[in-house]
């Protein structure tokens, strides 16, 4: 077994910590930014039986563009389009009139999903803002419990400001 499978092992085994504390070392899970998407529709002068998908796909922490985040496409269950987004988090769809659902996500950010009613030559602007996922980050410190009660306040003050809304 090669060191980056051990290692990966190693971290999945001990991942689902939320304080492992041994010998000096501290594992704490930090939460996460919830995921969010807006959608707003607007009426285009074309003929077309189509619609048009375009969006942006941005890090809610940041603000910033999130490229190749997976755009997922899918009618009752079947995958029916899929893109990557660009260097500066857009992508652009052009699909059938019909009812679908939407789902965005990137590794290490959390998924956001909705549904989607796309009528013939109509735009649906889309707005996606991952949020990160939770994480159990790993430390080898001299003050475990310092170092614990500074990630418990930080996480305190994520979860006041994003989950109570």
Same mark, same amino acid.
């Given at each position: 077994?090669?060191? %980056? ?9 001990? &991942?689902? %910590?939320?304080?492992? *504390? ?6 704490? *899970? ?14 285009? +002068? ?11 796909? =941005? *890090? ?18 079947? =995958?029916?389009?899929? +893109?990557?987004?660009? &260097? ?12 679908? +659902? ?13 549904? !989607? !009613?796309? !009528? ?6 889309? &707005? ?18 310092? !170092? ?6 930080? *996480? ?10």
């Amino acid at each position: 077994m090669n060191k %980056c499978v051990k290692i990966l092992l190693l971290f999945l085994l001990l &991942s689902s %910590c939320s304080v492992f *504390n041994r010998k000096r070392s501290v594992c704490l *899970n930090v939460v996460g930014l919830p995921s969010e998407i807006t959608i707003e529709k607007e009426k285009i +002068q074309n003929r077309s039986q189509n619609g048009w998908l375009e969006g942006l796909v =941005l *890090n809610r922490e940041d603000s910033l563009p999130l490229e190749n985040a997976s755009i997922k496409i899918i009618q009752e269950e079947a =995958l029916l389009y899929q +893109q990557a987004t660009d &260097s500066l988090g857009r992508f652009q769809l052009e699909i059938p009139a019909g009812t679908y +659902q939407i789902t965005v996500y990137r590794d290490f950010f959390r998924i956001v999903k909705d549904s !989607l !009613l796309v !009528l013939a030559g109509q735009k649906i602007l889309i &707005s996606a803002y991952l949020g990160n996922e939770d994480l159990d980050i790993f430390y080898e410190t001299r003050s475990a419990g310092l !170092l614990k009660k500074q990630i418990k306040l930080q *996480n305190q003050k994520r979860k006041t400001h994003y989950f109570s809304n």
